[in-house]
């Protein structure tokens, strides 16, 4: 039988006839280029009238497309979706990344013709509504924060990041501090902070946290007076809270003091607003710019990796500084788009149009069905979720930092390690159990980390049975039966992948 | 609260088992003070026709495209987009999945992701693509940010018409490097790159054999921005550049007021570990079957932290997999057949604006956009015909206005248009 061949080369893989493989209901599929192509496309378009050309240029023979019909290609996209995992299929506790349930009616709302055909350029006066949309939910976003600046454009997380790094550059530079250069970052931070610090020039100091999980006062003073210093080199500190083990930082107020005494900036990561929104506010813990995560805290689906949306959220001292533009409201009720040349203390333009207009319309559509009860719950719901897993695996696997957690739980495989199961294997034995495994080697203070962030969307029921699949990975590997692990996924559409023969011999594009 | 499946009982259970006697203890970290009782301005929740009840009112104060003839383009574009490409980017399996991290179970993203590589790449010219980009004036920027990588040079030359809003972005992108220089012209030996946009801001396409050369004297990249992506089926490839970057929001994506729309990057082989993004390789699985990874990702923020070469991580996936729908229904004559649609139906508009007394058609040559000049503010103009419905282009420098036509442009739209115009000049 064919899929029992084991084969060495892509080449060979590629030249068999991957439809052969096929078997029930689970669907090899090829690549467009490999099907044999058409008469004609997959859509029929009125046929020019006129071969005058008046670009000045050559007209283009040959593009390299492949060209088939209509049912091929949908036949094609639906196969290859049935090869996705989604929050849609089950449980999805992809600690950091906060899978939760994306409503439908964000996607209608979103779809509605006046918002969807619609044009960045066209003048004010015809899409009020649309403004309207982004100016309410900044209000929003300003209110659950409580950092009354706002602006929607960043484009993802990391681009929020870098919208607030550079509002406090921008502030530090009209304020005569140009010359401080230094960010603190945590070690447990996401990879984007310190990538983000690095594109604005500035380097970084790393505050330690392996010890307890949590910047300590005592971590925070070392480094922000590093070398006998007094923290006026410093521009600011990246500290995400919850942060990534899962923890609240208890010492975040006086650490927050300390910094905006040496007249640093304190932004938070808003990555872990889940486990806050509609009960805690960063404003009124020492927070000055942080950034929203649509697609985290409200629900705006990743659709496989984007779009995201991270606008950001200051307060009145870096107000002036935010990135244009941003909606404001004039004195006749009418909204309007203030742009660069109006704001001329502003970091300036971050992005080609306004932002991620069709998720600020689907976060605003979710935050309205929630409403400030909902959130409340949200919250509430994501920490029980995540501390009642932790009280179930505490024993079966090894807890780095005691709880309680917020919205996400930090375990590691410490007790599994010796005997030869890793982190690795664990999540793909959850494949092979049909769930989306957790957030695995991260954080990068502890090893082996497994982060599991449930989320608010999932019932007890989903989650007993992800408890139970760990309690029985723990209980095999403590009775010796390990040999099986390393072999997980055997079910799912592909076993592991060799992503060693990927980056050493990399293939990014079909060729004939 | 139809979103929350936990219910009195369960989290009586919860908690218990925890062994706690309230959720407000999992929160004893938090220091009180920064609890909220409630909010000023939120309601409380509220069901499914009553938020699509108010947000459909907002809907109904804008007028879209569809709605009246419509002419405005500069980096944004009208285009029909097939009943097909929605259907699938709503599918669950690719609506909600996320970023293909687990390569076992997100085979059907990874594939669309090299499909989407292997389109850019062609239609570019150039040997590689990534995954997308946030839209086109921020690929332009990381262009500019590879090439001062590339070259260890600290100058950024705009060669031509760059959108307004490219070279803002450039801007703030390129102020974030200590000594970093922006400017206008031609490249010199200390320029990291020359951005050359085609068809430019004003419409007009430009070869680049003059721009190749110029930077082969003096060591800098070439890097072509183009921002109607459909131009590509019409003018040809820009194979002279060393990064090909720009939007791609014409195929497949709507115009949303301006997002999410699709940026894409294409470059040289050579220069695959300094390219910015993700990247999705072929491979093998256990069992020998061909499957795809993301790939290279020792350039990237999770694994190189600040000596990353960009901090991107979500990206546009989802606008990825409706380009790459669209892009397979078009296939090779489609995609052809729609930019000489596109290019006629800029004649016809060109050809008819020119009678209008008082207008003057400024470009000799152009795709599907173009700029004309008016005896009077375009602003003006483009605010009176707002109000007759006829959404007429974007109004710069006073007099000027660009005017763009797709293949949703009719005669009775161009008609109707220079009625219009007639009637305000």
Same mark, same amino acid.
């Given at each position: 039988?064919?899929?029992?061949?084991?084969?060495?080369?892509?080449?060979?893989?590629?030249?068999?006839?991957?439809?052969?493989?096929?078997?029930?209901?689970?669907?090899?599929?090829?690549?467009?280029?490999?099907?044999?192509?058409?008469?004609?496309?997959?859509?029929?378009?009125?046929?020019?009238?006129?071969?005058?050309?008046?670009?000045?240029?050559?007209?283009?023979?040959?593009?390299?497309?492949?060209?088939?019909?209509?049912?091929?290609?949908?036949?094609?996209?639906?196969?290859?979706?049935?090869?996705?995992?989604?929050?849609?299929?089950?449980?999805?506790?992809?600690?950091?990344? #906060?899978?939760?349930?994306?409503?439908?009616?964000?996607?209608?709302?979103?779809?509605?013709?006046?918002?969807?055909?619609?044009?960045?350029?066209?003048?004010?006066?015809?899409?009020?509504?649309?403004?309207?949309?982004?100016?309410?939910? !900044?209000?929003? /976003?300003?209110?659950?924060?409580?950092?009354?600046?706002?602006?929607?454009?960043?484009?993802?997380?990391?681009?929020?990041?870098?919208?607030?790094?550079?509002?406090?550059?921008?502030?530090?530079?009209?304020?005569?501090?140009?010359?401080?250069?230094?960010?603190?970052?945590?070690?447990?931070?996401?990879?984007?902070?310190?990538?983000?610090?690095?594109?604005?020039?500035?380097?970084?100091?790393?505050? @330690?946290?392996?010890?307890?999980?949590?910047?300590?006062?005592?971590?925070?003073?070392?480094?922000?007076?590093?070398?006998?210093?007094?923290?006026?080199?410093?521009?600011?500190?990246?500290?995400?809270?919850?942060?990534?083990?899962?923890?609240?930082?208890?010492?975040?107020?006086?650490?927050?003091?300390?910094?905006?005494?040496?007249?640093?900036?304190?932004?938070?990561?808003?990555?872990?607003?889940?486990?806050?929104?509609?009960?805690?506010?960063?404003? *009124?813990?020492?927070?000055?710019?942080?950034?929203?995560?649509?697609?985290?805290?409200?629900?705006?689906?990743?659709?496989?990796?984007?779009?995201?949306?991270?606008?950001?959220?200051?307060?009145?001292?870096?107000?002036?500084?935010?990135?244009?533009?941003?909606?404001?409201?004039?004195?006749?009720?009418?909204?309007?788009?203030?742009?660069?040349?109006?704001?001329?203390?502003?970091?300036?333009?971050?992005?080609?149009?306004?932002?991620?207009?069709?998720?600020?319309?689907?976060?605003?559509?979710?935050?309205?069905?929630?409403?400030? *009860?909902?959130?409340?719950?949200?919250?509430?719901?994501?920490?029980?979720?995540?501390?009642?897993?932790?009280?179930?695996?505490? =024993?079966?696997?090894?807890?780095?930092?005691?709880?309680?957690?917020?919205?996400?739980?930090?375990?590691?495989?410490?007790?599994?390690?010796?005997?030869?199961?890793?982190?690795?294997?664990?999540?793909?034995?959850?494949?092979?159990?049909?769930?989306?495994?957790?957030?695995?080697?991260?954080?990068?203070?502890?090893?082996?980390?497994?982060?599991? =962030?449930?989320?608010?969307?999932? &019932?007890?029921?989903?989650?007993?049975?992800?408890? #139970?699949?760990?309690?029985?990975?723990?209980?095999?590997?403590?009775?010796?039966?390990?040999?099986?692990?390393?072999?997980?996924?055997? &079910?799912?559409?592909?076993?592991?992948?060799?992503?060693?023969?990927?980056?050493?011999? @990399?293939?990014?594009?079909?060729?004939? | 609260?139809?979103?929350?499946?936990?219910?009195?009982?369960?989290?009586?259970?919860?908690?218990?088992?925890?062994?706690?006697?309230?959720?407000?203890?999992?929160?004893?970290?938090?220091?009180?003070?920064?609890?909220?009782?409630?909010?000023?301005?939120?309601?409380?929740?509220?069901?499914?026709?009553?938020?699509?009840?108010?947000?459909?009112?907002?809907?109904?104060?804008? !007028?879209?495209?569809?709605?009246?003839?419509?002419?405005?383009?500069?980096?944004?574009?009208?285009?029909?987009?097939?009943? &097909?490409?929605?259907?699938?980017?709503?599918?669950?399996?690719?609506?909600?999945?996320?970023?293909?991290?687990?390569?076992?179970?997100?085979?059907?993203?990874?594939?669309?992701?090299?499909?989407?590589?292997?389109?850019?790449?062609?239609?570019?010219?150039?040997?590689?693509?990534?995954?997308?980009?946030?839209?086109?004036?921020?690929?332009?920027?990381?262009?500019?940010?590879?090439?001062?990588?590339?070259?260890?040079?600290?100058?950024?030359?705009?060669?031509?018409?760059?959108?307004?809003?490219?070279?803002?972005?450039?801007?703030?992108?390129?102020?974030?490097?200590?000594?970093?220089?922006?400017?206008?012209?031609?490249?010199? @030996? !200390?320029?990291?790159?020359?951005?050359?946009?085609?068809?430019?801001?004003?419409?007009?396409?430009?070869?680049?054999?003059?721009?190749?050369?110029?930077?082969?004297?003096?060591?800098?990249?070439?890097?072509?921005?183009?921002?109607?992506?459909?131009? /590509?089926?019409?003018?040809?490839?820009?194979?002279?550049?060393?990064?090909?970057?720009?939007?791609?929001?014409?195929?497949?994506?709507?115009?949303?007021?301006?997002?999410?729309?699709?940026?894409?990057?294409?470059?040289?082989?050579?220069?695959?570990?300094?390219?910015?993004?993700?990247?999705?390789?072929?491979?093998?699985?256990? *069992?020998?079957?061909?499957?795809?990874?993301?790939?290279?990702? #020792?350039?990237?923020?999770?694994?190189?932290?600040?000596?990353?070469? &960009?901090?991107?991580?979500?990206?546009?996936?989802?606008?990825?997999?409706?380009?790459?729908?669209?892009?397979?229904?078009?296939?090779?004559?489609?995609?052809?057949?729609?930019?000489?649609?596109?290019?006629?139906?800029?004649?016809?508009?060109?050809?008819?604006?020119?009678?209008?007394?008082?207008?003057?058609?400024?470009?000799?040559?152009?795709?599907?956009?173009?700029?004309?000049?008016?005896?009077?503010?375009?602003?003006?103009?483009?605010?009176?015909?707002?109000?007759?419905?006829?959404?007429?282009?974007?109004?710069?420098?006073?007099?000027?206005?660009?005017?763009?036509?797709?293949?949703?442009?009719?005669?009775?739209?161009?008609?109707?248009?220079?009625?219009?115009?007639?009637?305000?000049?």
């Amino acid at each position: 039988m064919v899929a029992e061949r084991k084969i060495e080369t892509i080449e060979k893989a590629s030249s068999m006839n991957m439809m052969d493989q096929t078997r029930g209901l689970n669907y090899e599929e090829n690549l467009l280029w490999e099907k044999a192509p058409g008469d004609h496309p997959g859509v029929d378009l009125p046929a020019p009238q006129n071969s005058t050309l008046r670009t000045g240029l050559a007209a283009r023979s040959t593009v390299g497309l492949p060209q088939v019909s209509e049912p091929q290609v949908l036949r094609h996209f639906v196969r290859l979706s049935t090869k996705n995992y989604s929050i849609d299929h089950g449980f999805f506790p992809l600690g950091s990344c #906060t899978m939760k349930h994306n409503p439908r009616l964000n996607e209608k709302v979103a779809r509605m013709p006046g918002f969807a055909h619609i044009h960045p350029l066209q003048p004010e006066s015809t899409v009020q509504g649309a403004l309207r949309v982004m100016y309410e939910l !900044q209000n929003i /976003l300003g209110e659950l924060t409580n950092l009354r600046g706002v602006c929607l454009t960043p484009a993802a997380g990391a681009h929020g990041e870098l919208a607030g790094l550079m509002t406090i550059r921008r502030a530090h530079e009209l304020n005569g501090q140009g010359h401080r250069k230094v960010i603190l970052v945590p070690d447990s931070a996401h990879g984007t902070n310190p990538a983000t610090a690095a594109m604005c020039d500035y380097t970084i100091r790393v505050i @330690p946290t392996k010890d307890g999980g949590r910047v300590t006062v005592e971590a925070f003073k070392e480094a922000l007076y590093a070398n006998g210093g007094d923290g006026k080199d410093v521009a600011g500190m990246m500290v995400t809270n919850p942060n990534t083990c899962g923890l609240f930082e208890r010492e975040i107020i006086e650490c927050a003091d300390l910094l905006h005494k040496a007249g640093g900036y304190f932004y938070c990561d808003g990555a872990n607003f889940n486990a806050l929104v509609g009960k805690i506010r960063p404003g *009124d813990f020492g927070v000055d710019v942080m950034h929203i995560n649509l697609h985290k805290t409200f629900s705006t689906p990743h659709g496989g990796g984007g779009p995201g949306s991270g606008p950001i959220c200051v307060n009145e001292s870096l107000r002036a500084y935010l990135p244009s533009p941003v909606v404001v409201q004039d004195k006749d009720g009418s909204y309007h788009l203030e742009g660069v040349d109006e704001r001329p203390t502003s970091m300036g333009r971050l992005k080609g149009f306004q932002g991620q207009f069709g998720m600020h319309l689907r976060a605003l559509a979710y935050i309205l069905s929630h409403g400030a *009860d909902g959130l409340k719950q949200v919250s509430e719901d994501a920490v029980l979720n995540a501390n009642y897993i932790l009280s179930q695996l505490k =024993e079966d696997f090894y807890v780095p930092f005691a709880g309680p957690c917020m919205h996400e739980c930090l375990l590691t495989d410490k007790l599994q390690k010796d005997v030869g199961v890793t982190t690795l294997d664990i999540a793909k034995t959850l494949i092979e159990h049909g769930m989306h495994p957790m957030t695995v080697f991260f954080p990068l203070v502890v090893s082996g980390a497994m982060l599991i =962030e449930p989320t608010e969307t999932e &019932s007890k029921e989903s989650i007993d049975r992800f408890i #139970t699949v760990m309690k029985a990975v723990a209980a095999d590997v403590k009775s010796g039966d390990t040999a099986k692990f390393h072999d997980f996924p055997l &079910s799912a559409p592909r076993r592991r992948l060799d992503e060693t023969k990927a980056a050493r011999e @990399p293939v990014l594009r079909w060729k004939a | 609260m139809r979103y929350l499946p936990q219910t009195q009982k369960s989290r009586a259970e919860m908690l218990a088992a925890i062994g706690v006697a309230s959720v407000d203890d999992l929160y004893r970290d938090v220091p009180k003070s920064a609890f909220i009782q409630g909010y000023a301005r939120i309601d409380n929740h509220k069901g499914e026709l009553e938020v699509e009840r108010i947000l459909g009112a907002y809907a109904n104060e804008n !007028q879209p495209a569809g709605e009246g003839p419509f002419f405005l383009g500069a980096g944004c574009y009208n285009h029909h987009v097939p009943a &097909s490409v929605d259907y699938i980017i709503q599918r669950s399996e690719f609506l909600t999945a996320y970023t293909p991290y687990q390569p076992e179970i997100a085979q059907g993203t990874l594939q669309v992701i090299f499909e989407f590589q292997t389109m850019i790449a062609v239609l570019t010219g150039q040997d590689i693509a990534n995954a997308s980009m946030y839209d086109g004036a921020t690929a332009a920027a990381e262009a500019a940010l590879m090439a001062m990588r590339v070259t260890k040079r600290d100058k950024v030359v705009v060669g031509n018409a760059l959108h307004p809003h490219y070279r803002e972005t450039l801007a703030t992108y390129i102020g974030n490097q200590s000594g970093a220089v922006l400017t206008e012209g031609q490249p010199d @030996p !200390q320029t990291a790159c020359v951005i050359i946009q085609t068809p430019d801001f004003t419409g007009t396409p430009h070869a680049l054999a003059e721009w190749r050369k110029l930077c082969d004297e003096t060591g800098a990249l070439l890097v072509v921005v183009v921002n109607e992506i459909v131009s /590509l089926g019409l003018l040809p490839a820009p194979v002279e550049a060393d990064i090909v970057c720009g939007e791609a929001q014409s195929v497949g994506v709507a115009m949303s007021y301006g997002g999410p729309h699709l940026g894409f990057f294409a470059t040289k082989e050579k220069f695959l570990r300094q390219m910015p993004g993700r990247l999705c390789g072929m491979t093998l699985d256990a *069992d020998g079957k061909r499957g795809f990874v993301l790939t290279l990702n #020792t350039r990237e923020q999770h694994i190189r932290r600040e000596k990353a070469t &960009s901090n991107i991580c979500t990206n546009q996936g989802l606008m990825a997999l409706a380009f790459t729908v669209h892009m397979a229904l078009l296939g090779e004559g489609g995609f052809k057949q729609l930019a000489r649609l596109n290019h006629e139906a800029a004649i016809l508009l060109a050809d008819s604006l020119a009678k209008v007394p008082g207008v003057k058609v400024i470009n000799k040559c152009f795709f599907n956009e173009f700029v004309v000049e008016l005896p009077k503010s375009a602003a003006s103009v483009v605010r009176e015909l707002a109000q007759q419905g006829v959404i007429a282009g974007y109004p710069f420098e006073d007099n000027r206005l660009l005017v763009c036509a797709t293949e949703m442009t009719t005669d009775t739209d161009i008609g109707i248009f220079c009625e219009a115009l007639r009637e305000v000049l």
